[in-house]
């Protein structure tokens, strides 16, 4: 398999590859933008979306139930599930977390006595396995963008994906405890300041901004981890995250006011009506993952294609750990070639 890298090209080649995304010029983006929705048709993007909608499923409820119980060890329970559902609403999934049988499992959950302690050991188990899950058909779904084969054994891999699910519980829990406790605060030092409502309001505007920092700090750790190629270095900003972030916000508000205003799930499905929607909300979340994926993807290949070669080959970026058959191709071809050196030495001087 060819591999037209920084290492793969020539001097010259290297020394004009755009270290910094400022240094891209306007041809580069827009050739990365036209590609990018092109290679979401041809890379099955969404049939990717549709796997990731499944894992998520199976993902979300345990994960759920997870992070209201850690919430609950540092505040009070019906507060907790208040706080949790109310903010599944605000970004899209209000009409899941408005089905009183899902809400009555959170809230006796928190509400039983040593609840919370119990999902800390077991219930946090299956919630990691699970979340998982969805991780490592996120990690198939960048490798088969990126064009390269899986080569992480499963002792290294199944590792780092339940790590990167539990730094995103953690996180979650983080954020909904901050907003749990951000509440009162927020109270008490309008009140001080005799302007309790303006207090509330520019909370509740400002609250926003550091969700998205969460949200975007969690979709670059995932797009390093997942994929299993040697990216240039870390950014804790991406324009394929950045992508994703503003494709999922538009989204979510956009099917918000089509359920409301002209979808008709109650109708057609009945009680199914807000699991179908769900579902919909949540196979366009996925799809805008896949969008910032091949943004990130193509902007790499512009790079290359910047600093001289016109069609690099995939994958652009070298694997992380070549795949048995990746390497089966490396020796061959090294062996091929020891060969036509050997058949050369032999031949008489022309």
Excluded at 87 to 105: H, M, P, Q, T
Excluded at 331 to 350: I, S
Aim: aromatic share 8%.
């Amino acid at each position: 398999m060819t591999v037209t890298t920084p290492q793969a090209v020539g001097g010259r080649t290297r020394s004009r590859l755009p270290r910094r995304m400022r240094q891209l010029n306007w041809r580069t983006w827009r050739g990365v933008l036209v590609r990018s929705g092109k290679g979401f048709v041809t890379d099955n993007c969404a049939d990717w979306a549709a796997a990731l909608t499944y894992y998520g499923v199976l993902a979300l409820f345990p994960s759920t139930i997870v992070v209201v119980a850690l919430v609950g060890l540092v505040s009070d329970g019906p507060r907790t599930v208040d706080t949790v559902i109310d903010l599944a609403r605000e970004i899209g999934a209000g009409s899941v977390v408005g089905n009183d049988a899902f809400v009555g499992v959170v809230r006796n959950v928190v509400e039983q006595q040593g609840s919370a302690k119990v999902l800390l050991s077991f219930g946090l188990l299956g919630a990691l396995w699970s979340a998982s899950g969805f991780i490592g058909a996120f990690t198939r779904a960048s490798n088969a963008i990126y064009g390269v084969r899986e080569g992480r054994p499963f002792y290294r891999l199944r590792p780092l994906q339940i790590g990167m699910a539990a730094v995103t519980i953690v996180l979650l829990a983080v954020v909904a405890t901050g907003l749990i406790v951000s509440g009162p605060v927020t109270d008490a030092v309008g009140d001080l300041l005799h302007a309790g409502a303006v207090a509330r309001t520019t909370w509740s505007v400002a609250k926003w901004p550091l969700l998205a920092v969460v949200a975007m700090t969690l979709l670059s750790l995932l797009f390093w981890i997942a994929p299993n190629v040697r990216q240039p270095r870390f950014r804790w900003l991406t324009p394929g995250g950045a992508l994703a972030l503003v494709a999922w916000v538009l989204a979510s508000f956009g099917f918000g006011l089509y359920v409301a205003n002209f979808g008709s799930y109650d109708v057609t499905y009945g009680s199914l009506g807000a699991v179908i929607a769900f579902l919909v909300w949540l196979y366009l979340s996925n799809c805008a993952l896949m969008l910032g994926v091949q943004v990130n993807a193509e902007l790499q290949r512009g790079r290359v294609m910047q600093a001289g070669v016109e069609e690099p080959d995939d994958p652009v970026l070298p694997p992380r750990a070549p795949a048995d058959e990746d390497k089966t191709d490396t020796d061959k071809t090294a062996a091929d070639k020891t060969d036509a050196d050997k058949t050369a030495d032999r031949l008489p001087p022309g």
